[in-house]
């Protein structure tokens, strides 16, 4: 009886070292606090799915089908339905992996966005549920397709970075602070676009060229834990293009690391913090801890058999 109870409790416990939310063992880069190298479709990405345009006019209706993991590589679709709807997806970590003061990239690689694409690597303030936007704060790493790249004729080329807050001045009213350049050929080709983030201030780079410094002293908005999101929208406000004329596109990620920055730098996995160059992983190799556990529950069993 007693072994039988024992036997049971080691599967629970097994059952728990093995159930938690994912994080990723195979970080390209071993410096990485946490990464995602798109290998595997991995669950601590949640779709927010649905339409009505997304608070910006957009038309795209998001789905969890537009976004797949193919060859190393997370793939969001834009595509015209038969039914003339433009579907698309947009995917979080809210709740599952949030970040604080870190380095963040990833790198993007975007089609031809004539048309109304508009794609972004962003991110949000975890307590976006309680206080809502823009009282959360907004980190705006990367995002094409602006109706000014539109007007410049810069469409594959115009990058914009931005934040955006509940202001001082004018009660709830949106401070942007924006930043923008042009590099040749963004189209076709993977860019790196990063968010460099400390306690006492916020920059943005593409491909290691600086798009703009804020400092966040007294900003309470940028120090707190925030989730990241990476979507590809297709027309609305900041298109300027109320009926897109695209075909489809994607926006395809190969891989989105953070790093410590040397400064307070924290990342949660379910509330906990992570560190992968610290040896922190649960995911792929949930296999290998079922592995490694299968001497140490052959062993206890032994044990409790003798001892009884
Ligand atoms: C902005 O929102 C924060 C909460 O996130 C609040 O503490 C602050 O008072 C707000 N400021 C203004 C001007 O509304
Ligand atoms: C882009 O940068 C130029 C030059 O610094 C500036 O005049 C323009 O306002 C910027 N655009 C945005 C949207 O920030
Ligand atoms: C940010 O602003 C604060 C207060 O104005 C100042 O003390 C601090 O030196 C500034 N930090 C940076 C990095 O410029
Ligand atoms: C943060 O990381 C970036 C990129 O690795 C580096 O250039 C920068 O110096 C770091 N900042 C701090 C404060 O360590
Ligand atoms: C992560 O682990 C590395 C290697 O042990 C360590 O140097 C670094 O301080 C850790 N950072 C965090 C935020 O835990």
Redesign the pocket.
Same mark, same amino acid.
């Given at each position: 009886m007693r072994v039988r109870q024992t036997a049971i409790l080691l599967a629970q416990l097994l059952w728990l070292l093995t159930s938690q939310t994912s994080g990723s063992c195979v970080c390209d880069d071993p410096k990485a606090?946490w990464c995602d190298e798109f290998s595997v479709w991995n669950e601590q990405w949640t779709h927010d799915v649905g339409g009505g345009g997304w608070g910006n006019y957009e038309s795209q209706i998001y789905n969890r089908e537009n976004s797949p993991v193919v060859d190393g590589e997370l793939r969001i679709h834009a595509t015209k339905g038969l039914d003339e709807n433009y579907y698309s997806s947009r995917i979080q970590t809210k709740g599952k992996v949030e970040f604080l003061y870190v380095r963040l990239e990833a790198s993007i690689k975007v089609t031809n966005l004539e048309g109304g694409l508009w794609p972004a690597f962003w991110m949000l303030g975890a307590n976006f549920g309680d206080v809502g936007w823009p009282f959360c704060g907004e980190i705006d790493i990367m995002e094409l397709g602006s109706a000014e790249a539109i007007a410049k004729g810069q469409i594959h080329e115009l990058v914009l970075a931005a934040m955006h807050w509940n202001a001082t001045i004018d009660g709830d009213h949106v401070y942007e602070y924006s930043g923008n350049t042009t590099t040749p050929a963004m189209v076709q080709e993977f860019h790196t676009y990063g968010l460099d983030w400390t306690p006492e201030k916020i920059t943005m780079d593409v491909d290691g060229k600086e798009l703009f410094t804020r400092n966040i002293t007294g900003l309470d908005q940028f120090h707190k834990p925030f989730f990241v999101l990476l979507n590809l929208a297709v027309g609305g406000l900041f298109t300027g293009i109320a009926e897109p004329t695209t075909a489809g596109g994607a926006m395809i990620v190969d891989w989105i690391r953070a790093y410590?920055n040397g400064s307070g @730098?924290?990342?949660t996995v379910d509330e906990q913090?992570f560190?992968y @160059?610290?040896g922190d992983c649960t995911d792929s190799s949930s296999g290998i801890r079922l592995f490694a556990m299968v001497p140490i529950v052959f062993s206890a069993i032994v044990a409790c058999i003798f001892l009884s």
């Open positions: 606090l410590d @730098s924290r990342v913090p560190n @160059s610290n």
